[in-house]
């Protein structure tokens, strides 16, 4: 059988030599060629559009739940740390799903993963708003976060299938909208709900919602893949449960509880090194499996993505990028309540103004990309970031809540230009039977980088707060004192951000009109 090389295909990687086999590379140009024909552009769009409105239901559903803790206490009569447990199950569920996406968007058709995912959501949702306690509370978000895990990777695998490389930016720049409104607005209908009723209306409002996307879905999704036949590793499985699933609980161990209620049990030094010593042993035994299974094309998760620069790249810039918007969401409404002294709805509400122009923009955003590539938008886009955050170090008890929300709003402004063309680079950059792995990859590190962002910000938050407090400082300003340490973490973070920016090049197959589809 004749090969053609890695290089062949991608130009930005043609330092590397890796061998495929011409018939599945040509599977996957020929797959990539009929997407991109116009008479399937009509149910291309059709597609797109309702998995970017059903992916906006769950993630609506993600950050939903954090005003209501509060809440979750007095009616279910839990203590505050097992009331975080229903953001950390979660979340904790979301790291072991994603990694499997990539084997089950190559295995099985369009239709049938999205009607799975959407029935997992829908299910997870009426039970929780009929849950009698919290264990079956648990249990539900464990569900609805399986459905979740799925339909990202699912949405940009199929848009990275379907749509031109001419078209990726401004198709792109709509799932920033997913990606950024519907986390934004989540707190402030919590909020809102919470004020007149009690916490079951956030997950009955939601419910119709995803059950009409599931309906809606299963009628007029088509598939656009063409599925392969192939077995499972269950030991990569087994891996990837114990590596990344242990890693982002050491790590929620470390950052979340630390940061919790002051009256909750500490967690014990040796239960986080030993989910985090887990963690670690999991995901160097689940590389070292998928180095050898991509030898044969079996692996769960291919890292020969990795083998692309600009992949690796705008990986590493989405990693720190995340990081550091996570623990914002976490430090921000902290320092809004506990030193401006601001009431959970005015949170939410100063916050939505950020998130939804952050959304807004993201069509404008992938537009600009098209036209121009990612340099001009990374470089001063990445400036202004690293300079919101060191300027909020300087933050203190009588900082303006008006110069906060101002500060929230530029480095919305400023994530949407990065956000997008990170995206849109890092997956344009791998070859298209590479897709649902970039997908899978990209969804797997969201979540850890959102662990590591949290556990960083708490851990320098608290103690900084804590030595404050211990030189005799009162407690608000300790609490800034903790807050500006926590904001320096980020901004020392940023500056990693401003040197990959340099180096993201807009993917070939998207320079002169060159690729597949063209």
Not at 97 to 114: A, D, E, H, S, Y
Not at 470 to 488: D, T
Request: charge should be neutral.
């Amino acid at each position: 059988m004749t090969e053609r090389t890695f290089s062949d295909l991608d130009p930005t990687t043609a330092s590397v030599a890796t061998t495929v086999p011409e018939s599945a590379v040509a599977r996957s140009e020929d797959a990539a060629v009929r997407a991109h024909q116009p008479e399937h552009g009509a149910r291309n769009t059709r597609v797109i559009w309702l998995l970017l409105a059903a992916t906006f239901v769950v993630f609506l559903n993600e950050t939903i739940m954090g005003v209501a803790v509060p809440h979750l206490v007095d009616d279910l009569q839990i203590s505050v740390t097992a009331a975080q447990w229903l953001t950390t199950a979660f979340m904790l569920t979301m790291a072991v799903v994603i990694p499997i996406t990539g084997f089950l968007l190559q295995r099985f058709p369009t239709k049938p993963i999205f009607v799975t995912a959407m029935s997992l959501f829908s299910a997870g949702t009426l039970l929780a708003a009929l849950a009698p306690g919290f264990e079956v509370l648990l249990g539900a978000r464990v569900v609805q976060a399986t459905g979740t895990a799925i339909m990202m990777p699912l949405l940009m695998t199929t848009l990275m299938t379907v749509v031109a490389p001419s078209d990726r930016g401004r198709f792109m720049g709509r799932v920033s909208i997913v990606m950024s409104v519907a986390p934004a607005i989540g707190p402030t209908i919590s909020g809102l709900i919470l004020n007149v009723l009690n916490w079951r209306f956030m997950f009955w409002l939601v419910l119709p919602i995803a059950v009409a996307m599931l309906i809606i879905g299963a009628r007029k999704v088509e598939t656009v893949n063409e599925p392969r036949k192939l077995r499972i590793d269950l030991f990569s499985v087994v891996l990837s449960a114990f590596g990344f699933g242990g890693l982002v609980y050491g790590l929620s161990l470390l950052g979340g509880e630390s940061g919790g209620d002051s009256g909750a049990a500490a967690t014990p030094e040796w239960a986080i090194g030993v989910a985090m010593g887990v963690g670690a042993i999991g995901l160097i035994a689940f590389v070292w499996r998928q180095l050898l299974l991509q030898r044969s094309d079996r692996a769960l998760l291919d890292l020969r993505t990795f083998r692309s620069k600009n992949f690796t790249i705008s990986i590493g810039m989405m990693v720190v990028l995340m990081a550091t918007l996570f623990g914002t969401l976490i430090v921000l409404p902290f320092y809004l309540q506990r030193v401006l002294l601001l009431s959970p709805l005015e949170t939410g509400l100063m916050l939505l103004p950020g998130g939804l122009i952050m959304g807004l923009l993201g069509p404008t955003v992938g537009r600009l990309f098209d036209r121009f590539g990612p340099t001009p938008l990374l470089i001063p886009a990445s400036i202004v970031v690293s300079g919101v955050l060191w300027s909020l170090t300087m933050v203190g008890v009588d900082t303006s809540v008006w110069l906060v929300l101002a500060a929230h709003i530029v480095l919305s402004i400023a994530l949407a230009f990065m956000f997008t063309p990170l995206f849109t680079s890092a997956l344009g950059s791998v070859e298209p039977r590479f897709y649902s792995h970039g997908s899978a990859i990209v969804g797997t590190l969201q979540q850890v980088a959102g662990a590591v962002g949290t556990a960083l910000f708490i851990s320098a938050l608290s103690a900084r707060e804590a030595s404050a407090a211990v030189a005799g400082a009162s407690e608000l300003a300790a609490q800034a004192a903790g807050i500006r340490a926590a904001f320096l973490v980020g901004a020392i973070l940023s500056i990693g951000a401003i040197v990959g920016a340099l180096f993201v090049r807009k993917p070939a197959d998207m320079v002169e009109g060159a690729g597949v589809g063209h």
